[in-house]
């Protein structure tokens, strides 16, 4: 099972939930960049082998919480073997942990004989994360509510140049460091012309992630002078992404970037909806 990576192209906070979570508006697109996830049923109690000694290799993981919560919910009785390749990079605003723990929900339903139905599988990944539930469906859409109210939308394939510095930045410690009276938020958009990204595309949260790391500044100049079509951050932060027209063009730019950048870069193709995963990995590589 592949579990894609996602950009938010736009991502808007529009307030503060009593219960301290945010609620936002969204756009998020999939991308054929992914971890691998292999699932099987057997023995006793929940194994998880994962290939990145420094993600938690036991209960704190979110693939072993997914089959936990799968087995409290279905009375599945079979012990789960997980085992997880990553490829996204973790806590890079690309939502690679909630992906992970959607594909869990996904393999191990498909293995149980679809014992549960969309609308619960849609419930337990909530409890899992505001991100989970879009990993069901691994297509384009606006989220609401804290993002996991979701309404699919039309995007096209865009090619994704992936920039990562290499510092993790975690979430929580973005939202906590936002400051929803301190300034302009970005406009309110209800019209995402797929045409015209360069129109809306923004992300509240990019200010937070700027703040902590001011060279991702530089980045965003950086991705924009080598062709970009518009550029922004994912998620909390702290991965850029350039839109492009085309494979080759993205391509180039990173060939371009890694001439003095030394972190990460990868080009993706953006999921535009349901599609065999065996044609992913031909859209995705490092650079
Ligand atoms: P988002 O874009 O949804 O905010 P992210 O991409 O910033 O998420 P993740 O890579 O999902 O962040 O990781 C966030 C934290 O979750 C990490 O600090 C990591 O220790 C923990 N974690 C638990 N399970 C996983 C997993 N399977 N993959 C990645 N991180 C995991």
């Known amino acids: 099972m592949r579990c894609p990576a996602k950009v938010n192209l736009y991502l808007r906070v529009v307030g503060r939930r009593p219960d301290g979570y945010h609620e936002v508006v969204t756009v998020m697109q999939p991308l054929a960049l992914a ?13 998880l082998t994962c290939d990145r ?3 938690p290799q036991g209960e704190e993981n979110l693939v072993w919480r997914a089959a936990r919560q799968f087995q409290e919910e279905t009375g599945l009785k079979q012990g789960v073997r997980l085992s997880l390749a990553k490829q996204i990079p973790v806590a890079a605003g690309l939502g690679g942990g909630s992906s992970d723990a959607a594909g869990t929900l996904l393999a191990l339903n498909d293995l149980a004989g679809k014992p549960l139905p969309q609308s619960r599988l849609h419930r337990l990944a909530s409890l899992l994360g505001a991100d989970v539930p879009f990993f069901l469906a691994r297509e384009p859409a606006v989220g609401r509510g804290t993002g996991t109210q979701l309404s699919a939308v039309t995007l096209l394939p865009y090619w994704y140049l992936l920039v990562n510095p290499g510092v993790p930045l975690s979430t929580r ?22 045409e015209h990204p360069e129109t809306w595309v923004g992300n509240d949260l990019g200010k937070v992630a700027l703040k902590r790391f001011p060279e991702l500044a530089l980045l965003l100049a950086g991705l924009s002078e080598a062709g970009a079509w518009c550029q922004g951050i994912s998620g909390s932060g702290p991965t850029l992404f350039g839109l492009f027209r085309t494979r080759e063009a993205a391509h180039q730019a990173g060939l371009r970037l890694r001439r003095t950048f030394r972190g990460w870069l990868a080009v993706a193709r953006g999921l535009t909806g349901p599609e ?11 650079i």
Request: avoid cysteine; glycine fraction near 10%; aromatic fraction near 12%.
């Open 276 to 286: 065999p995963e065996t044609t992913w990995e031909q859209y995705a590589w490092m």
């Open 173 to 194: 410690w973005v939202y906590e460091n936002l400051d929803l009276a301190g300034g302009p938020t970005l406009p309110a958009s209800q019209a995402w012309d797929p």
């Open 53 to 55: 000694p420094e993600l």
């Open 35 to 47: 971890d691998v996830l292999t699932v099987t049923l057997g023995g006793e109690g929940i194994s």
